[in-house]
């Protein structure tokens, strides 16, 4: 393959490129896409390199002193089937942070509680062989406290675990998590569509309004009012927090969710929410400063998912999600149309400074998702993939997408551009790779570099693209392998097309589209669609 880099000028890409380019070599060399795979989770963290300004994150420091809960109470399911531990623990806790913090210890054996309430300066262990089981009785989960749900900002049941504007603060061990959605939330929550309509409906309706005039979207302080799932885990406004080691299983709806918080490392996390509608995994919320690796996802949606709010609510706060680096995960079996590295569809506030590197997916519905709509504004930005590896996705697996439910929204459209896709390896889905831009904001530089598509239904499509370069790109599709529709400044440099048509393997159309770079790409190769003519097809 032609794997050299040749510059007329040192384009803004271009230099972001050349963080990739050693090792897109190797990797060529080696005949095929490395991705994550490991067994044991290394203690120490690996310095954090990324092709933006990233601090390299430490893991909090506690004081020594532990504070086991069965020294305030605590008492096993066993020993008492469902006696609720929720005052235990909050003892502890509250002993803990009043002597300067500590680890607050849940033993192995199956323990019974309500919603748990982080402090400073905690590290809340769940040792080997312990299970804390959240309540499966929904008044618990009150007083509400304020969270951000699905993008927007209201007050709602408690997470089973909730932790407000607190630092230094984590969650530990090798225990389990299991916030029994199957026994209170899942079901609930369908019915709570059929009374109050859709979540999409009504999260759509409170944006614009003020804070304490959303009762209807969430819970209020009185029954009967709106009300949606909390997620598993939730971190407002907190800084300086570790998430390691831990299982999180059954959850109500999302599992992890920082919100406005900074300095984060999540690692060695295992998520199981299959069953749980909307269940994604690991959601960014208008956080930044953050490291995940070592995780490993098997989710009712979105795997590991980057957000910002939704609509005015969002674009109002105007907080991104940015400086982040996602490495050495895999997610196994995502459903419900999700991804296993997405962005959005809650682009508000914007995504900003995203590295993600080495991953693995297998039985994703798809793989690489962007997913923004009309109302929702502001600008994606500055994202780097590289090294993934995705096998037996049933929709797309690379997916950019401004029409994310529809084109019925008004309102300003997003913007996403500088997007740096490379070293992807595809081995089975539906389709390779789908563009889909709106009239008024075209998706703007995009690259694949170095991708290998097999065993797909269709190849590549993508329509209103400006400046999309594609580099080492080998197709092997069943139908047409690619179809550019309003594409303009395309770069075709060693992109090899196979299909099973007869026909020319790329078809070019639209009537905005123009200047295609061919390069060495013959012109027998390709059909021009009705009304264009040979004359935007260019040389380098």
């Known amino acids: 393959m032609n794997i050299s880099f040749k510059y007329k000028r040192m384009a803004i890409q271009d230099k972001k490129l050349l963080y990739f380019a050693i090792v897109a070599?190797?990797?060529?060399?080696?005949g095929s896409v490395a991705f994550a795979q490991f067994d044991d989770v290394p203690y120490n963290i690996a310095p954090i390199e990324a092709p933006f300004d990233m601090p390299q994150l430490k893991r909090p420091v506690f004081p020594e002193a532990t504070f086991d809960i069965r020294d305030y109470g605590a008492l096993e399911t066993g020993e008492s089937e469902n006696f609720s531990n929720t005052d235990a623990i909050h003892k502890a806790i509250e002993a803990a942070h009043e002597a300067g913090g500590g680890k607050v210890i849940i033993p192995a054996g199956d323990w019974y509680t309500g919603p748990i309430h982080l402090k400073s300066y905690i590290n809340?262990?769940?040792?080997e062989g312990a299970t804390l089981f959240f309540s499966d009785v929904r008044d618990d989960y009150l007083p509400v406290v304020l969270q951000r749900h699905n993008g927007v900002e209201c007050y709602n049941y408690s997470p089973p675990i909730y932790a407000y504007k607190v630092k230094n603060v984590a969650i530990t061990g090798t225990g389990t998590l299991d916030a029994q959605g199957e026994k209170l939330w899942w079901d609930w929550s369908l019915e709570q569509r059929e009374i109050l309509g859709t979540p999409r409906e009504r999260r759509a309706a409170a944006s614009p309004l003020p804070l304490s005039r959303r009762s209807k979207f969430c819970r209020g302080s009185e029954p009967g009012e709106g009300a949606e799932r909390p997620s598993f885990a939730v971190f407002w406004e907190s800084e300086d927090i570790l998430i390691e080691g831990v299982t999180f299983i059954n959850g109500p709806m999302w599992n992890i969710q920082p919100i406005y918080s900074q300095r984060i490392i999540?690692?060695?996390?295992t998520i199981n929410s299959l069953d749980a509608h909307n269940g994604d995994g690991i959601v960014l919320d208008s956080s930044k400063d953050v490291l995940i690796e070592y995780t490993r996802l098997m989710t009712g949606d979105d795997a590991i998912v980057l957000k910002s709010g939704l609509n005015?609510?969002?674009l109002k706060i105007g907080i991104p999600t940015e400086s982040v680096v996602i490495r050495n995960f895999e997610a196994i079996d995502v459903r419900t149309g999700s991804g296993g590295i997405v962005f959005g569809s809650e682009t508000s506030g914007g995504i900003r400074n995203v590295y993600v590197h080495d991953a693995y997916f297998?039985?994703?519905?798809?793989?690489?998702r962007f997913k923004s709509r009309r109302g929702r504004g502001n600008v994606v930005e500055n994202i780097f993939i590289n090294n993934i590896r995705l096998e037996n996705i049933s929709q797309q697996a690379i997916h950019l997408d401004k029409y994310y439910g529809g084109p019925g929204e008004t309102g300003p459209a997003p913007l996403f551009k500088d997007v740096f896709i490379s070293n992807i390896q595809v081995d089975g889905a539906e389709m390779g790779i789908e563009i889909v831009g709106i009239p008024e904001k075209w998706f703007e530089n995009i690259t694949f570099e170095n991708i290998l598509i097999n065993?797909?239904?269709?190849?590549?499509?993508?329509s209103r693209v400006n400046n999309i370069r594609l580099k080492n790109v080998e197709v092997n599709s069943d139908s047409r392998a690619m179809i550019a529709y309003d594409a303009y400044e395309m770069h075709l440099d060693n992109v090899i097309l196979?299909?099973?048509?007869?026909?020319?393997p790329l078809l070019i159309e639209g009537e905005y589209t123009g200047a295609i770079f061919k390069n060495e790409y013959t012109l027998e190769n390709m059909e021009i669609g009705d009304g264009l003519t040979d004359r935007i097809i260019l040389d380098r």
């Open 25 to 30: 070599i190797l990797t060529l060399s080696m």
């Open 124 to 127: 809340l262990h769940i040792s």
């Open 266 to 269: 999540i690692r060695g996390v």
């Open 312 to 314: 005015e609510d969002g």
């Open 362 to 368: 297998n039985g994703s519905d798809r793989g690489i």
């Open 455 to 462: 065993n797909v239904e269709e190849g590549v499509r993508f």
């Open 498 to 504: 196979n299909d099973n048509t007869g026909y020319p």
